[in-house]
């Protein structure tokens, strides 16, 4: 019997990656992934089943929606038996963002679920592109014993694995455009890919669940030197919102002042969760270290350690929408749940 060989789905929606320059007018347009064996022969030198997964409307990632991301993981829903692992190639604007949601979304993911992108277009000479496209597919084809060494959504980019949920894109010019603020490399890519295995989740075995009941009633109010009452009380007043995050500054800190607080123990007493995530790029949010950061835990605000702005949107949209509520949402709300949050 032959043994069947490693297969690798490419899953195609859209960004800086997937454009070329048209020859005959020198515009940016969208690149043919239907004959990339024709554009990148190098691709059959993998000894790998590579098959094109192109989404019908290809966007610019800052046109990214939720609705997308449930296409997304019913995609890979769809493909997750018939595949060893999967590459989404995605615009890196709101990457994190989606890797974080997708992270949540595939409860009991097995297979590597690896998205890349570049910051210089497939069809441009000096392309970021065609080495985060070569060494993710291998990345999401490699496997030890049998098992994927990987089984997680990660983002490659620029020689880094890093997990998805832990990732936020800080540089709009470099090649190395996300940092993991709180979590070491997944792997590092040189002469050789190496894989720090420590750093990676384990597989349970379980069976791959998809969900896809978000609730988007969710926003985001980030903390400056003089916000307004009146800033603070038209963001609480939403209608329908049901969880804020806070982005405070440092370890967690925000103005003492009476109004504010007043404005949030309000809101939380009618059944507002909101959500302290710092500003920071790396640390964590420790409200018993400084007294502007001891109020907000005495109201009832819910710290969120060392998760990232991106990974809280997308976790508090997934728990809301499964339901869960109270003392049980809190508690999830301070517990990893995909290894998104380092708890001390
Ligand atoms: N604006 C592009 C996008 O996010 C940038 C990129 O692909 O890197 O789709």
Redesign the pocket.
């Known amino acids: 019997m032959t043994e069947e060989k490693t297969s690798v789905l490419v899953i195609y929606t ?4 997937g454009m070329t320059k048209d020859q005959r007018t020198g515009a940016l347009v969208p690149f043919d992934f239907g004959n990339i064996y024709e554009q990148m022969p190098v691709l059959r030198n993998f000894d790998y089943r590579i098959d094109f997964h192109a989404f019908e409307t290809l966007i ?3 046109n990214m929606k939720p609705s997308f991301w449930i296409s997304l993981a019913r995609t890979i829903e769809a493909n997750y038996e018939n595949y060893d692992g999967f590459v989404v190639l995605h ?4 990457m994190a963002y989606t890797a974080s949601a997708l992270s949540f979304m595939l409860e009991n993911l097995n297979k590597p679920v690896i998205f890349t ?3 210089l277009p497939m069809g441009v000479i000096r392309t970021d592109g065609r080495e985060n496209f070569l060494t993710s597919i291998e990345i999401a084809a490699a496997k030890e014993d049998n098992m994927a060494i990987v089984p997680e959504v990660a983002i490659y980019f620029e020689n880094q694995l890093m997990r998805g949920n832990r990732t936020t894109k800080f540089n709009a010019e470099r090649f190395n455009a996300f940092v993991s603020g709180n979590y070491p490399l997944l792997a590092e890519v040189g002469v050789h890919i190496r894989y720090n295995k420590g750093n990676i989740l384990k597989p349970n075995f379980r069976k791959l669940k998809v969900h896809i009941n978000l609730d988007f009633n969710v926003t985001i109010l980030k903390l400056f030197p003089g916000i307004s009452e009146n800033i603070v009380r038209s963001t609480l007043s939403i209608p329908g919102l049901k969880a804020l995050i806070l982005e405070t500054f440092g370890s967690g800190n925000a103005p003492t002042d009476p109004w504010f607080i007043g404005c949030l123990k309000e809101a939380i007493q009618s059944g507002l969760i909101i959500y302290n995530v710092t500003q920071c790029k790396s640390g964590s949010v420790e409200p018993g270290k400084y007294a502007t950061g001891i109020e907000l835990e005495h109201i009832g605000v819910i710290g969120g350690y060392d998760i990232t702005t991106e990974s809280a949107l997308s976790k508090l949209m997934y728990l809301i929408g499964e339901g869960y509520s109270g003392q049980r949402l809190t508690e999830l709300l301070q517990t990893p749940i995909r290894g998104e949050m380092t708890v001390v």
């Open positions: 859209g960004g800086t990656i610019d990632s800052s615009g890196s604007d709101t992108g570049s910051q």
